[in-house]
C-alpha cells in the first residue's frame, strides 16, 4: 500500500510514499495545465495530456505508458504499459474510487482518505514499477481534479 501525500496546498504534485514513509516516485505537476514530471530514482519522466481523452508518459526512450477514454460515452480508461493492457474504472457509479483491472479481475485501485481529494492510498501490484505506479495515480488525481471543477462550475451555474 503506498500513501499519496500532497506537495502542498497550492501546488499540483504529490509523493508517492511506501509503508515506511520511503519516498518511491515525485510527481511535479504544472500548476496551468494537465502534465507534471514524475521522477523515481535517478530518472526523469513527463507525464503529457495529448487531447482531452489520452495522456501518456514518456521517458528517454519514448512513450513508456499510456492512458486513454476509448470514447465520449465510456467511463473507463484503457491503459498500456509496453504490451500489456489494462483497465482504469470507476469502483461504483458514484464512487471516487478507481480500480485497475486486467479483465473483470481488480488488481488494485487508488482510494481518496477520508473524503480528501488529494490525499489517497494506492494499493496497485507491486509488480508495476514506480513510475507507472506514479503515472496511474497522476491520471486518476487528474480526473478527480477534473470532477471537482466540473461540480464547481455546475454549481456556480446554478445560483
Do not use: C, H
Amino acid at each position: 500500500m503506498l500513501r499519496i501525500a500532497p506537495l502542498g496546498a497550492f501546488k499540483n504534485g504529490f509523493d508517492l510514499l511506501d509503508e515506511s514513509d520511503r519516498l518511491v516516485a515525485v510527481f511535479r505537476g504544472s500548476v496551468w495545465r494537465e502534465g507534471g514530471q514524475i521522477t523515481a530514482g535517478p530518472e526523469r519522466y513527463q507525464f503529457r495530456r495529448d487531447g482531452r481523452r489520452r495522456f501518456r508518459l514518456d521517458g528517454a526512450v519514448g512513450t513508456v505508458a499510456a492512458a486513454w477514454r476509448p470514447s465520449v460515452w465510456s467511463s473507463g480508461w484503457e491503459i498500456e504499459i509496453g504490451s500489456l493492457r489494462y483497465e482504469l474504472a470507476r469502483a461504483g457509479w458514484f464512487a471516487r474510487a478507481w480500480q485497475l483491472r486486467s479483465g473483470r479481475r481488480m488488481l488494485g485501485r487508488v482510494v481518496p482518505r477520508r473524503g480528501s481529494t488529494r490525499r489517497a492510498v494506492a494499493d496497485l501490484p507491486a509488480e508495476l514499477p514506480p513510475p507507472i505506479t506514479a503515472f496511474l495515480v497522476a491520471v486518476v488525481l487528474t480526473l478527480w481534479r477534473r470532477d471537482e471543477a466540473a461540480a464547481a462550475a455546475a454549481a456556480s451555474g446554478s445560483s
